[in-house]
DNA sequence: ACAAAATTGATAAACGATTAACAAAGTTGG
DNA sequence: CCAACTTTGTTAATCGTTTATCAATTTTGT
């Protein structure tokens, strides 16, 4: 199978490189004639453009990078995928870096995608170690923010689901179906998101007359020790009667070990989780969660990068995508 | 920020662009006195290689691409981070085409990847509608299959799981905790993985001298009527007492129904999946399943895939990765 | 019918790297 | 001291595109 290249189509169908560049990229000068001559042979050949040539010429590679944390994670697994979706039927191709929540990994993919000319930067939650827009490789890289605030807010779009929303609708649903003490469950270190999310848990609070104190109505989810920690937090607090985990991997591990506890749920504890995981609706009893909406996000992301890229439109600064609650059994 | 060339390098040391070359790719040609002035230089004007002008003229791209059917299931993601995490560590870098189980869209993508000059690819599972070897634009692509069997087998490199062993063994870990009549229950459409585990799962009867009957000892899941799929199964056959879930989307959600029926698990019947979610370890009670070796798996398929590149050594054509059996409350 | 304008196509110069072929300078042995 | 060899570095071609500039041809207006 021999590669052909334009200069093969050229001779193939008599007329010059020049022209048939034209016709492939569609710019108008050459007659239908030779149009239809020079589309003849690319079907014949089925010469494929060579986009490091291209690339190399119009200084642009048709290729996007995402940094994201961990794709194992489902969350940002469907947030990728449904970004790669949208991305390939505009013509670009994706470049997955998994970073571990590493900044030197970070930094380093940062180094490859900037050799490889990427067009521009999508940038999943993660590290707050260094701000990417004081990085040399990404001064002129048009690039986006989703979950995570960039400390130079100029020029840069910052993209997020209504954490706050999700976590005070969550906190009021336990409230409204009668929960009087309710708790958040959360790790020891808490990103960005997680900031939000606990802001909406004590509003709730608040509005709904319930003063919000760390020592009662918060609950640290140290991994692995889930059971020991839950178990004493409930010996010292019994008032307990509603949970709001600040995501679903809490939300599930609570669940499983309330259980074990030979608590009732949503009889004894009420609980809600965060990111409507798959997995939510297989627990028994089915977990309620927030359900962030990530085709929105993802629709999003990308036209506002590729607005960026094109300069057809300026982009948003600050965008946030509402979120919905989804209740099921377990906050009954 | 000026994006430097090799030229301004070149000039700003007092040198010609071939040293240059020679210094960054290391190929001897040159004195030490050179190398500290050239790679001084560098360092100050933070010069990074254009990939698209090294990949022209090399024809070359240090990108592999990869075919996954569906990266939000875990399984997927896991083995695709790892992949993308030893290429990184090779410095090539990997494009993602989430293929959705889509004949087309895989066409679509491979076409894409031609054009961009991969220097490999990696299939994983999906569909078998066509025979990658078959393509144009894979004639002489290296590429290697996991879990996806090629039809013409020459030269081609064919890595999977011992999905037989697995099911035999977690088979046999139900019969040997008392089960007299243990089932196996997967969806319709099987995968060439899934005719395996089917396989281990009949020969294992065999061996403890149960004869496989279809009626009596499989149940076919139809997705969103696992409920009634189950129940109507159980009413039919009260004898059952151990289930064989093909993957543990089935194995959680058969797990929830059972409890929904007032079964115990594992008293009444127990219950093995395969795959080894996370969810796995919480859920209540916890489930038993096989699980991959996705290390080894990545390992392996890359390091094969890396040799047929470089012609290094020649690749092997078949080869299959030991699974082990993780034993949890399910199937006590 | 002829000048001006519009259409169509060709030539050649980039883009930024690698590398074969060559040249100059330095080293060595007899 | 000079032939032969080694070391070091330069020049220029090449990869496959795009596109500015120019040239030839056709169309149009009067």
């Known amino acids: 199978m021999k590669k052909y290249s334009i200069k093969d189509i050229a001779n193939l169908s008599g007329v010059s490189v020049a022209t048939v560049s034209r016709v492939i990229n569609d710019n108008g000068r050459f007659s239908e004639a030779t149009r239809k001559k020079v589309l003849a042979t690319i079907n014949e ?5 060579n ?19 961990d794709i194992s994670n489902y969350f940002f697994a469907k947030l990728v995928q449904t970004i790669e979706e949208i991305l390939f039927n505009h013509g670009y191709s994706t470049v997955i870096c998994n970073t ?40 002129n890289l048009p ?4 979950d995570r605030q960039p400390s130079d807010q100029h020029g840069t779009v910052f993209i997020a689901s209504n954490h706050y929303q999700g976590a005070f609708e969550a906190t009021e649903a336990l409230i409204n179906n009668g929960c009087q003490h309710p708790v958040i469950a959360l790790h020891q270190q808490i990103s960005s998101s997680g900031i939000e999310r606990r802001n909406g848990f004590i509003d709730a609070l608040k509005k709904n007359n319930i003063f919000f104190n760390p020592e009662h109505n918060q609950v640290t989810i140290e991994t692995d020790h889930i059971l020991t920690t839950l178990q004493a ?45 798959p997995q939510d609706r297989h627990s028994f009893p089915t977990l309620s969660s927030v359900r962030q909406n990530v085709d929105q996000l993802a629709e999003v992301s990308v036209k506002n990068l590729l607005n ?7 982009p948003e600064s600050s965008i946030i995508i509402p979120v919905s609650l989804v209740l099921r059994e377990s906050s009954r």
Chains 1, 2 share one sequence.
């Open 45 to 49: 050949t089925g010469y494929q453009t």
């Open 308 to 314: 960026m890229i094109t300069h057809e439109a300026s």
């Open 233 to 277: 937090f409930l010996k010292d607090h019994p008032e307990t009667d509603g949970i709001f985990a600040i995501n679903d991997t809490i939300g599930i591990e609570a669940l499983t070990t309330l259980l074990k506890m030979g608590k009732a749920v949503p009889e004894d504890i009420k609980l809600i989780g965060f990111d409507d995981d």
């Open 100 to 139: 571990a929540r590493n900044a030197d990994k970070e930094l380093a993919y940062l180094k490859m995608l900037e050799s490889k000319g990427i067009d521009g930067l999508i940038v999943i939650s993660g590290p707050k170690a260094f701000d990417i827009k004081q990085l040399p490789a990404a001064k």
């Open 143 to 146: 690039f986006i923010c989703i």
């Open 51 to 69: 986009f490091s040539a291209k690339n190399l010429r119009m200084n642009k590679s048709f290729s996007i990078g995402i940094l994201v944390p």
